[in-house]
């Protein structure tokens, strides 16, 4: 429940943080420098005047939004490659799945830091080095649970009666992913939220003044003896996030099939 | 066993080219003209004119095809030369050595650590399932797992170098300065350790086995400690190549922070300035740190569990 408050929470704000008459999240105001907390400021403002507290709702709409676009990303290619290696079998899906392997045994940081020092700083290049290491895992799963589909009499009938390729795919097949799909999504966008404000943080990824935590967290350095405030809020705030999506995701995955679940990571 | 080893030792340089070749091939499809970046790197004043980048592009061997450039690298990394940073103008291969000892360290502590905090109070919690204690113990496994190492990193620092000034923020060389960076590093594994062995000490604790040593009456004791607690940390074994992945992967966050020269520090340093061979050099060399240690980790596991000397064969998977 609490997981679901903090999900709800965020998307509330992360929608609505343009209608919510906040002050502007990248406007600079010199004289109004690391204030503290108040009535019109209620987490108090940076050093370089910006309102904190509008930051960070800003901060979460640009979270969800880059979360969002990985998981939709690194799922596409963990659709594809699962599908096409659980249904084709043979030497493609000994192809894929050595693939699969190498790059599970890969820290997955490294190889999205390496990714986006290829591709250069950037938060779309941080999306795409995330969401380029992300589906691996996944894969692996959707292959599995696409072999055993497969097996099944109806698939058999099916293919009997005419069905090509694509129309058992779409119709037979992939009704099995949709569960294991949901619960994986779930649980990873708390992965994923830490991954890319990681990545945000070195620097690698949202430029200023763009609000983003990560980089939030990365500006406030400097201020870290006079204004500890200004690392605590966007560190909370992916802390929050993260524990929000992980409650609702080990939720989901009690409230369905467990059987096909691995550990994410 | 032996004939399992050659196998596994056997695929490790077709992994290892795979890898290298992925790599090198990612950074050249990468946009950007690396002639171009060296140059801004090392004059950022002025933009580079065509004729120097023509140069340079001659002199960093970019002119030949990539097959070529591949072939030349790939021979030269096997006689130990990984080519020069294009920032430092240092060879890449001493500057992963330079930094291999403080990494090597930092992770060491955490996962020392990770596994003194997880060992007992997973066996714990399993032990006394439905527990406060076990309740507890979850919960903290919980949030530990959603702490993001770096927000966790500054308030160790906030609170025990600025408030209380215990302990040393920065910094490298003491012992005490590199408690803040192991305790930040070590929460993560920490809180997925003690999960995986709560989780495994209580699939053990319901084996047919255990069942007979309590019938025979023995103490409950003697059951956890000598006959289930031996099968119920094979799985940890077995994570460790994964988990050192996760260390190598935190490192990276938390070496930045605490100004720690390592390995992370250096990668963190090359992506952001677009040092290829850097990139390249630290890939590589990763992927035969990660390869060897998961290689060690399965074989360790074949010794200490010997059904899977007899089994199928398969890899231990989680």
């Known amino acids: ?265 | 066993m032996g004939a399992y080893l050659i196998r596994r030792l056997a695929t490790l340089p077709l992994l290892l080219l795979g890898i290298s070749a992925a790599s090198f091939a990612l950074l050249n499809l990468a946009p950007g003209d690396p002639a171009e970046i060296v140059l801004r790197q090392r004059n950022p004043a002025q933009l580079p004119s065509s004729a120097e980048v023509a140069a340079m592009r001659i002199e960093l061997g970019l002119d030949a095809p990539l097959p070529v450039q591949y072939t030349r690298w790939v021979s030269r990394a096997l006689a130990g030369d990984l080519g020069q940073s294009y920032v430092t103008e240092q060879p890449v291969a001493a500057q992963l050595a330079r930094r291999t000892v403080p990494t090597a360290l930092l992770t060491a502590a955490a996962l020392a650590l990770a596994l003194l905090v997880a060992v007992p109070i997973g066996i714990l919690s399993a032990r006394r399932r439905g527990s406060s204690l076990d309740a507890v113990a979850r919960l903290a496994a919980l949030v530990g797992a959603a702490a993001p190492s770096y927000a966790l990193a500054y308030g160790l620092i906030i609170l025990f170098a600025v408030k209380l000034s215990w302990l040393p923020a920065l910094g490298y060389g003491s012992a005490a300065q590199m408690i803040l960076p192991a305790a930040a590093l070590s929460l993560a594994p920490m809180a997925q350790l003690m999960r995986l062995i709560r989780a495994s000490m209580l699939e053990t604790l319901g084996q047919d086995y255990i069942r007979t040593a309590r019938a025979k009456g023995l103490s409950e004791q003697t059951v956890a400690t000598g006959h289930a607690l031996r099968n119920a940390l094979l799985p940890v074994i077995g994570a460790m190549g994964v988990h050192l992945g996760y260390l190598l992967s935190g490192a990276v966050i938390v070496e930045t922070i605490f100004t720690w020269p390592g390995l992370g520090q250096l990668i963190v340093g090359a992506a952001l300035t677009r040092d290829y061979p850097v990139v390249q050099g630290f890939v590589t060399y990763i992927a035969v740190v990660v390869l060897l240690v998961n290689l060690v980790a399965d074989v360790a596991l074949r010794v200490a569990d010997p059904r899977l000397r007899f089994g199928r064969g398969e890899r231990f998977r989680f």
């Open chain 1, 1 to 265: 429940m609490l997981g679901l408050f903090l999900v709800v929470s965020l998307l509330l704000g992360g929608l609505l943080a343009p209608w919510l008459l906040l002050d502007d999240p990248t406007e600079i105001n010199l004289p109004e420098r690391l204030l503290s907390p108040s009535m019109t400021h209620p987490l108090g403002t940076d050093h370089l005047g910006r309102d904190t507290f509008s930051r960070v709702i800003h901060g979460g709409r640009m979270t969800l939004l880059a979360a969002i676009t990985t998981l939709a990303l690194s799922m596409t290619i963990a659709l594809t490659v699962g599908i096409v290696s659980g249904y084709h079998g043979g030497w493609l899906d000994t192809a894929l799945m050595g693939i699969v392997d190498l790059l599970l045994a890969f820290p997955s940081l490294i190889l999205a830091l390496a990714v986006a020092g290829a591709l250069g700083p950037g938060l779309l290049n941080v999306l795409l080095a995330a969401g380029a290491v992300w589906w691996v895992g996944h894969a692996r799963i959707i292959r599995a649970v696409t072999l055993g589909a497969r097996q099944m009499e109806y698939v058999m009938s099916a293919r009997v009666t005419g069905a090509g390729n694509l129309r058992i795919i779409l119709r037979h097949i992939a009704p099995n992913i949709i569960g294991p799909i949901v619960v994986i999504a779930s649980l990873d966008v708390g992965w994923i939220i830490l991954g890319i404000a990681g990545l945000n943080f070195l620097g690698l990824g949202a430029q200023p003044p763009t609000p983003e935590w990560g980089a939030m967290l990365n500006d406030a350095r400097p201020h870290l003896q006079t204004a500890p405030r200004l690392l605590l809020i966007p560190g909370a705030a992916i802390f929050l996030a993260v524990l929000g999506f992980n409650l609702l995701g080990d939720g989901l995955r009690d409230l369905l099939d467990p059987r096909t679940m691995q550990t994410p990571g």
